[in-house]
C-alpha cells in the first residue's frame, strides 16, 4: 500500500519560498500554499496539514497575527515561523504564541528539513503519549470494573460502542451497583478524556444551592455572594459532567438544564449574559423516571433528551456468578490498603457470600470484604448479613425491587448450623442441588468446562470456582 505523503502549508507572500522548498525537500511531503494570511487560515481547515510554515512580515495580516488565530482552531498543526527579519522580539513573541521552531531567511534548505523531521518526529511522540494516557486511564477504569456474567458483558459493550459520542446517557440502577464507574468509563474511552470529569450529586445539595452550585453566580446575586464564581459546568468545559442522582433535581431547574442540553447555554445566578459551554453529559438515578414523569415530579421532554442511551446496571444478586470476581479484587484492594494477609475464605463463608440477595449491592459487599481484612475474622460474614438481612427485611424495596425472591435463600444461610436449624437446612440443600447439577452438566459434556459453563449460564470463571468449592473430581 503506497504511504500516503505528509502535507505541508507554506503561508508566504514570496511565490519564490514555495517553489524553492517543494523542489528541494524530500518527496515524502506534499507542498501546499498560500499568499497571505485570510487563504492560509482558510487552507488549515480545508487542507487538514499537519505542518505549516509561516513568514512572519507579509502585508495585510502578519505571521504573528496569523499564528493568535490559528491557536484557536481545535488541535491545529504545528507551526515553524519564517523570517527575513531575525529581531529578538518576533522570536519571543513566536515561542511565546505557540510556535514550534523560528527559521531566519535566507536558509538553506536541507536545514528547513531537518527542522521540519524534528517538529514532526515531536509531534509524533506527543500523539502516542496522549494515546498511552487514555489507554492507561481506561484500563484503570476496566479494573473498577468487575464482572464477566453475561448481564456485565453487555454493560461493557454498551458502554465501548457509545463512550466516544457525543450522546448523553442515562445510567439506570440501584444504589451501589457501580453507577459512577460506568460514567468514569464513558469519560475516559472518549475523546473528552484529557479534560476534566465532573460530577455533581443531586441530592446531596440543598435545592436552594443546586442551581448555583451547578451554573454559578454573580457577584452580589444574593447575601453573601461577594465575588464572581462559575459553577460546575463552567468547571467541566470541554469534557464531562455527571449528574449523579438527577431524579432528586427540583422540577424548578430541570427546564435550565434543558436548555444547556440542547443551547448549550446558560446564565449564572444573578446573571444576564449567556455563557456557552461545551459538555458532555452523563446522568445516573436510582429512581423510576417514568413514575416520576406521571406524578408530575420530572419533565418528560428532559427525559426523552437524557435517554438518547439508556444503561441498566443489574442488582448484585442478578449476577451473583460475578460475587467471586469481586471478592477477590476487594480482598486484593484492602489486603493491600491495609498491609494485612489476604485472608482465605472457607467454603462456608464463600457459599454465604453467593447466595446473599445483597440489597446494598457492590456496595455492601465491598464494605464486608473490607471489614473481614481490617478485623481478619470471616466469622463476622456470618452476623453481618444476617443483621443487613434483619434491615433489608424492614425497609421499602426501591423502584427497582429489593430482590424479596432472595431473602428465603438469604436467610438459609445466616443462621447457626444446629441440625434443626431451617436456615441450614435450607442453604445445605440448595448447595446439595447445585453440586449434583454441575456434576450431571460436566458429565454430560466429558468435561469441557467451557461447553459446560454456556449451558449452565454461568461464567467460565464461576464454574471453575465452583468445581473447586464443591471439590468436584474430573473423570480420568
Same mark, same amino acid.
Given at each position: 500500500?503506497?504511504?500516503?505523503?505528509?502535507?505541508?502549508?507554506?503561508?508566504?507572500?514570496?511565490?519564490?519560498?514555495?517553489?524553492?522548498?517543494?523542489?528541494?525537500?524530500?518527496?515524502?511531503? /506534499?507542498? +501546499?500554499?498560500?499568499?497571505?494570511?485570510?487563504?492560509? *487560515?482558510?487552507?488549515? =481547515?480545508?487542507?487538514?496539514? !499537519?505542518? %505549516?510554515?509561516?513568514?512572519?512580515?507579509?502585508?495585510?495580516?502578519?505571521?504573528?497575527?496569523?499564528?493568535?488565530?490559528?491557536?484557536?482552531?481545535?488541535?491545529?498543526?504545528?507551526?515553524?515561523?519564517?523570517?527575513?527579519?531575525?529581531?529578538?522580539?518576533?522570536?519571543?513573541?513566536?515561542?511565546?504564541?505557540?510556535?514550534?521552531?523560528?527559521?531566519?531567511?535566507?536558509?538553506?534548505?536541507?536545514?528547513?528539513?531537518?527542522?521540519?523531521?524534528?517538529?514532526?518526529?515531536?509531534?509524533?511522540?506527543?500523539?502516542?503519549?496522549?494515546?498511552?494516557?487514555?489507554?492507561?486511564?481506561?484500563?484503570?477504569?476496566?479494573?473498577?470494573?468487575?464482572?464477566?456474567?453475561?448481564?456485565?458483558?453487555?454493560?461493557?459493550?454498551?458502554? /465501548?460502542? +457509545?463512550?466516544?459520542?457525543?450522546?448523553?446517557?442515562? *445510567?439506570?440502577?440501584? =444504589?451501589?451497583?457501580?453507577? !459512577?464507574? %460506568?460514567?468514569?468509563?464513558?469519560?475516559?474511552?472518549?475523546?473528552?478524556?484529557?479534560?476534566?470529569?465532573?460530577?455533581?450529586?443531586?441530592?446531596?445539595?440543598?435545592?436552594?444551592?443546586?442551581?448555583?452550585?451547578?451554573?454559578?453566580?454573580?457577584?452580589?446575586?444574593?447575601?453573601?455572594?461577594?465575588?464572581?464564581?462559575?459553577?460546575?459546568?463552567?468547571?467541566?468545559?470541554?469534557?464531562?459532567?455527571?449528574?449523579?442522582?438527577?431524579?432528586?433535581?427540583?422540577?424548578?431547574?430541570?427546564?435550565?438544564?434543558?436548555?444547556?442540553?440542547?443551547?448549550?447555554?446558560?446564565?449564572?445566578?444573578?446573571?444576564?449574559?449567556?455563557?456557552?459551554?461545551?459538555?458532555?453529559?452523563?446522568?445516573?438515578?436510582?429512581?423510576?423516571? /417514568?413514575?416520576?414523569?406521571?406524578?408530575?415530579?420530572?419533565?418528560?421532554?428532559?427525559?426523552?433528551?437524557?435517554?438518547?442511551?439508556?444503561?441498566?446496571?443489574?442488582?448484585?444478586?442478578?449476577?451473583?456468578?460475578?460475587?467471586?470476581?469481586?471478592?477477590?479484587?476487594?480482598?486484593?484492594?484492602?489486603?493491600?490498603?491495609?498491609?494485612?494477609?489476604?485472608?482465605?475464605?472457607?467454603?462456608?463463608?464463600?457459599?454465604?457470600?453467593?447466595?446473599?440477595?445483597?440489597?446494598?449491592?457492590?456496595?455492601?459487599?465491598?464494605?464486608?470484604?473490607?471489614?473481614?481484612?481490617?478485623?481478619?475474622?470471616?466469622?463476622?460474614?456470618?452476623?453481618?448479613?444476617?443483621?443487613?438481612?434483619?434491615?433489608?427485611?424492614?425497609?421499602?424495596?426501591?423502584?427497582?425491587?429489593?430482590?424479596?425472591?432472595?431473602?428465603?435463600?438469604?436467610?438459609?444461610?445466616?443462621?447457626?448450623?444446629?441440625?434443626?436449624?431451617?436456615?441450614?437446612?435450607?442453604?445445605?440443600?440448595?448447595?446439595?442441588?447445585?453440586?449434583?447439577?454441575?456434576?450431571?452438566?460436566?458429565?454430560?459434556?466429558?468435561?469441557?468446562?467451557?461447553?459446560?459453563?454456556?449451558?449452565?449460564?454461568?461464567?467460565?470463571?464461576?464454574?471453575?470456582?465452583?468445581?473447586?468449592?464443591?471439590?468436584?473430581?474430573?473423570?480420568?
Amino acid at each position: 500500500m503506497k504511504k500516503d505523503k505528509i502535507k505541508i502549508l507554506i503561508i508566504d507572500d514570496d511565490p519564490k519560498v514555495s517553489w524553492i522548498l517543494s523542489e528541494g525537500i524530500s518527496s515524502d511531503f /506534499e507542498f +501546499v500554499s498560500a499568499r497571505d494570511g485570510i487563504e492560509g *487560515i482558510q487552507m488549515v =481547515s480545508t487542507e487538514k496539514p !499537519e505542518l %505549516v510554515l509561516l513568514d512572519i512580515k507579509m502585508p495585510g495580516m502578519s505571521g504573528l497575527e496569523v499564528l493568535e488565530k490559528l491557536n484557536k482552531i481545535p488541535n491545529r498543526p504545528d507551526v515553524i515561523m519564517l523570517s527575513g527579519h531575525g529581531e529578538t522580539q518576533n522570536i519571543v513573541d513566536s515561542v511565546h504564541l505557540g510556535a514550534a521552531e523560528f527559521i531566519n531567511k535566507p536558509f538553506d534548505v536541507k536545514e528547513v528539513e531537518i527542522h521540519i523531521q524534528a517538529v514532526l518526529e515531536k509531534r509524533k511522540l506527543r500523539q502516542e503519549v496522549r494515546e498511552l494516557k487514555t489507554e492507561l486511564k481506561s484500563r484503570s477504569q476496566y479494573e473498577q470494573f468487575i464482572g464477566d456474567s453475561p448481564k456485565m458483558m453487555q454493560v461493557k459493550g454498551i458502554v /465501548e460502542q +457509545v463512550a466516544n459520542s457525543e450522546l448523553t446517557v442515562l *445510567i439506570r440502577g440501584e =444504589s451501589g451497583t457501580g453507577k !459512577e464507574i %460506568v460514567a468514569r468509563m464513558l469519560h475516559s474511552l472518549s475523546s473528552r478524556s484529557d479534560e476534566p470529569f465532573t460530577k455533581v450529586n443531586c441530592a446531596a445539595i440543598p435545592h436552594d444551592l443546586l442551581e448555583a452550585e451547578l451554573f454559578g453566580y454573580e457577584k452580589g446575586a444574593f447575601t453573601g455572594a461577594h465575588k464572581t464564581k462559575p459553577g460546575r459546568f463552567e468547571v467541566a468545559n470541554k469534557g464531562s459532567i455527571f449528574l449523579d442522582e438527577i431524579g432528586d433535581m427540583p422540577l424548578e431547574l430541570q427546564s435550565k438544564l434543558l436548555q444547556v442540553l440542547e443551547q448549550q447555554e446558560f446564565v449564572r445566578v444573578g446573571g444576564i449574559h449567556n455563557i456557552h459551554v461545551d459538555v458532555r453529559i452523563i446522568c445516573a438515578t436510582n429512581k423510576n423516571l /417514568e413514575d416520576a414523569i406521571r406524578r408530575q415530579l420530572f419533565r418528560d421532554d428532559l427525559f426523552y433528551r437524557l435517554n438518547e442511551i439508556s444503561i441498566f446496571l443489574p442488582p448484585l444478586r442478578q449476577r451473583q456468578e460475578d460475587i467471586p470476581l469481586l471478592v477477590n479484587h476487594f480482598l486484593k484492594r484492602y489486603c493491600g490498603l491495609y498491609q494485612k494477609e489476604s485472608p482465605i475464605l472457607s467454603p462456608e463463608t464463600t457459599s454465604r457470600l453467593l447466595q446473599h440477595s445483597w440489597p446494598g449491592n457492590v456496595r455492601q459487599l465491598e464494605n464486608l470484604i473490607k471489614q473481614v481484612v481490617v478485623r481478619g475474622d470471616e466469622s463476622i460474614v456470618t452476623d453481618l448479613i444476617s443483621s443487613s438481612f434483619a434491615t433489608a427485611s424492614t425497609d421499602n424495596p426501591n423502584d427497582y425491587g429489593a430482590g424479596n425472591e432472595h431473602f428465603a435463600v438469604n436467610m438459609a444461610v445466616s443462621g447457626n448450623n444446629s441440625g434443626y436449624s431451617l436456615k441450614h437446612r435450607v442453604g445445605q440443600a440448595i448447595a446439595n442441588e447445585e453440586k449434583k447439577l454441575i456434576s450431571e452438566v460436566l458429565t454430560k459434556t466429558n468435561w469441557n468446562r467451557r461447553k459446560a459453563a454456556d449451558l449452565l449460564e454461568i461464567s467460565y470463571r464461576s464454574l471453575l470456582y465452583k468445581i473447586k468449592e464443591y471439590d468436584l473430581n474430573t473423570v480420568k
